[in-house]
Protein backbone atom coordinates (compact mmCIF):
# COMPACT_ATOMS: atom_id res chain seq x y z
CA UNK A 1 0.00 0.00 0.00
CA UNK A 2 1.11 3.65 -0.41
CA UNK A 3 0.13 7.19 0.12
CA UNK A 4 1.21 10.32 -1.84
CA UNK A 5 -0.01 13.38 -0.85
CA UNK A 6 -0.04 16.61 -2.38
CA UNK A 7 -1.13 20.26 -2.14
CA UNK A 8 0.60 22.00 0.20
CA UNK A 9 2.31 24.93 -0.16
CA UNK A 10 2.67 28.66 1.21
CA UNK A 11 -0.18 31.30 1.72
CA UNK A 12 -0.89 34.13 4.19
CA UNK A 13 -3.29 34.38 6.96
CA UNK A 14 -6.62 33.37 6.33
CA UNK A 15 -6.04 31.75 2.54
CA UNK A 16 -7.16 28.03 1.97
CA UNK A 17 -5.58 24.93 0.85
CA UNK A 18 -6.34 21.68 -0.18
CA UNK A 19 -4.74 18.55 0.51
CA UNK A 20 -5.40 15.34 -1.28
CA UNK A 21 -3.89 11.89 -0.71
CA UNK A 22 -3.93 9.00 -3.55
CA UNK A 23 -4.00 5.31 -2.13
CA UNK A 24 -2.66 2.45 -4.21
CA UNK A 25 -2.86 -1.07 -3.39
CA UNK A 26 -4.90 -2.41 -1.17
CA UNK A 27 -8.72 -2.46 -0.48
CA UNK A 28 -9.48 1.32 -0.16
CA UNK A 29 -12.93 0.75 0.83
CA UNK A 30 -11.99 -1.40 3.93
CA UNK A 31 -9.52 2.06 5.16
CA UNK A 32 -9.85 4.55 7.82
CA UNK A 33 -8.10 7.18 6.49
CA UNK A 34 -6.40 10.56 8.84
CA UNK A 35 -4.69 13.20 8.47
CA UNK A 36 -1.67 13.83 11.04
CA UNK A 37 0.65 16.93 11.17
CA UNK A 38 4.22 17.74 12.70
CA UNK A 39 5.54 21.28 13.42
CA UNK A 40 8.98 21.88 13.62
CA UNK A 41 9.66 21.06 16.92
CA UNK A 42 6.93 19.65 18.05
CA UNK A 43 5.29 15.82 17.92
CA UNK A 44 3.13 14.58 15.30
CA UNK A 45 -0.42 14.93 15.82
CA UNK A 46 -3.79 14.20 14.12
CA UNK A 47 -6.04 16.26 12.35
CA UNK A 48 -8.75 14.76 11.73
CA UNK A 49 -9.97 11.24 11.10
CA UNK A 50 -12.58 9.70 8.77
CA UNK A 51 -14.16 6.10 8.57
CA UNK A 52 -14.15 3.52 6.30
CA UNK A 53 -17.65 3.87 5.61
CA UNK A 54 -17.24 7.65 5.67
CA UNK A 55 -20.03 7.59 8.61
CA UNK A 56 -17.69 8.65 11.49
CA UNK A 57 -15.31 11.60 11.31
CA UNK A 58 -12.92 12.88 14.43
CA UNK A 59 -11.56 16.48 14.38
CA UNK A 60 -9.16 17.84 16.70
CA UNK A 61 -10.31 20.62 18.85
CA UNK A 62 -8.10 22.98 16.62
CA UNK A 63 -10.02 22.49 13.44
CA UNK A 64 -12.74 24.97 14.85
CA UNK A 65 -14.54 23.55 11.98
CA UNK A 66 -11.78 25.00 9.53
CA UNK A 67 -10.93 22.00 8.57
CA UNK A 68 -12.76 19.29 6.45
CA UNK A 69 -12.19 15.74 5.82
CA UNK A 70 -13.66 13.82 3.10
CA UNK A 71 -13.05 10.67 1.38
CA UNK A 72 -13.54 9.46 -2.92
CA UNK A 73 -13.62 5.18 -2.78
CA UNK A 74 -14.07 5.49 -6.94
CA UNK A 75 -10.88 7.78 -7.09
CA UNK A 76 -9.22 6.13 -3.66
CA UNK A 77 -8.43 9.66 -2.69
CA UNK A 78 -8.94 11.29 0.44
CA UNK A 79 -8.81 14.87 0.89
CA UNK A 80 -7.96 18.00 3.41
CA UNK A 81 -9.78 21.04 2.93
CA UNK A 82 -8.39 23.67 4.94
CA UNK A 83 -9.67 26.89 5.26
CA UNK A 84 -8.96 30.14 7.23
CA UNK A 85 -5.46 28.76 7.87
CA UNK A 86 -2.94 30.81 10.77
CA UNK A 87 0.55 30.31 10.68
CA UNK A 88 -0.10 28.13 13.75
CA UNK A 89 -1.04 25.60 11.10
CA UNK A 90 2.21 25.87 9.69
CA UNK A 91 3.71 21.61 9.65
CA UNK A 92 4.13 18.81 7.89
CA UNK A 93 1.25 17.72 6.57
CA UNK A 94 0.88 13.64 6.63
CA UNK A 95 -1.97 11.07 5.12
CA UNK A 96 -2.48 7.73 7.14
CA UNK A 97 -4.49 4.40 6.19
CA UNK A 98 -5.64 1.70 8.46
CA UNK A 99 -8.33 -0.66 9.04
CA UNK A 100 -8.72 0.58 12.41
CA UNK A 101 -10.63 4.23 13.29
CA UNK A 102 -8.56 5.48 15.45
CA UNK A 103 -6.58 8.69 16.87
CA UNK A 104 -3.46 7.28 17.62
CA UNK A 105 -0.73 7.14 14.97
CA UNK A 106 -0.12 3.50 15.84
CA UNK A 107 -3.26 2.76 14.33
CA UNK A 108 -1.64 3.41 10.97
CA UNK A 109 0.51 1.17 9.35
CA UNK A 110 0.70 2.73 6.02
CA UNK A 111 1.67 6.94 5.72
CA UNK A 112 2.18 8.79 2.66
CA UNK A 113 5.31 11.15 3.06
CA UNK A 114 4.24 13.87 3.85
CA UNK A 115 3.44 17.85 1.86
CA UNK A 116 4.32 20.97 3.66
CA UNK A 117 2.46 23.75 4.35
CA UNK A 118 3.76 27.07 5.88
CA UNK A 119 1.16 29.87 6.66
CA UNK A 120 2.63 33.77 7.03
CA UNK A 121 1.08 36.35 8.81
Known amino acids: VQLQASGGGSVQTGESLRLSCVVS????????LAWFRQAPGKEREVVSV????????YRSGFVRGRFTISRDDAKRTVTLQMNNLAPEDTAIYYC???????????????WGQGTLVTVSS
Open 25 to 32: GGTFSNYA
Open 50 to 57: ISARGDSI
Open 96 to 110: AAGQRYSERERGYPY
